[in-house]
């Protein structure tokens, strides 16, 4: 299961706090004197600490004279500091804003999350579901120089879902075996397995690579991705690589988690056993 590393991971605690009823001048000399860490976002908060709403730092400069509760974003997004820090990233991208505000569960004001922890994290799940979408294990802490690292560690990394590959070789093996006599009868029809297996490999491919980011950094669903994928490739290729990813998530794992090299394996078996199927019923 995906390891959680959460918001509070990321939280930056200077921020400037103000109140609903402060002038724009007023907050903005406050800023001046107190530099905070970040000044992305003024969170502007109620007397018992709880967010009442969000003013960017270009806000502020342009409201001339005003009240900060007459430009406050109330419906700003915002975060828990235990939120996972996958959703964080997506949530801002979602709502196009550049930092986030932090709250404890009551809704009182933490910090912030601020941009450079947002393009740290989606670089960061970027890299890690590319390499799962190969079959790489989900990096650690301790792994995140892959090419550094000690020959055997990396074979603990790979070695796994290969292995399940491997086997899935062997069950595809078996399902050419089932058509034996066909094969035997119609040599020709072994010339075209190759180039069958390509096409169920490249398509799946390209399909996973996008439910794996549809899932990880948008809220659309599946039927969403499936009925975009549907209308644009061939529909066995386009339903394994979006359906494999999504069962994976609700099983509460990286979406991207080992749908490579199971795709691969499934579209091989499926593939051949369509393709051979398809012969012998019409007796080629």
Known sequence: ??????????????????????????????????????????????????????????????????????????????????????????????????????????????????????????????VEDLHVLAGIQREESQARHAIDDPPMRRVRHRLPWLLAGLAGAGVATAAMAGFETTLGAHLAVAFFVPGIVYLADAIGTQSEAVAVRGLSLTRSGIGHLLGGELRTGMAIGATLGLLLPWWLARLGRDPALGSGPLATVIQDILSLLVYLGVVRAFGL
């Open 1 to 126: 299961m995906k390891h959680h590393e959460a918001v509070g991971d990321h939280l930056v605690a200077s921020v400037l706090r103000a109140r609903p009823e402060e002038p724009v001048d007023r907050v903005l000399a406050r800023l001046a004197a107190e530099k905070p860490a970040s000044v992305e976002l003024v969170l502007v908060c109620e007397a018992d600490g709880r967010l009442a709403g969000v003013v960017t730092i270009a806000q502020l400069f342009a409201a001339g004279e005003a009240r900060l509760a007459d430009i406050m974003q109330r419906d700003f997004p915002r975060v828990t500091q235990d939120a996972d820090q996958e959703h964080a990233a997506s949530l801002a991208l979602h709502h196009a804003v550049d930092a986030l505000p932090v709250m404890d569960k009551d809704g009182r004001a933490l910090g912030v999350m601020p941009s450079q922890a947002l393009l740290q994290v989606l670089r960061r799940e970027h």
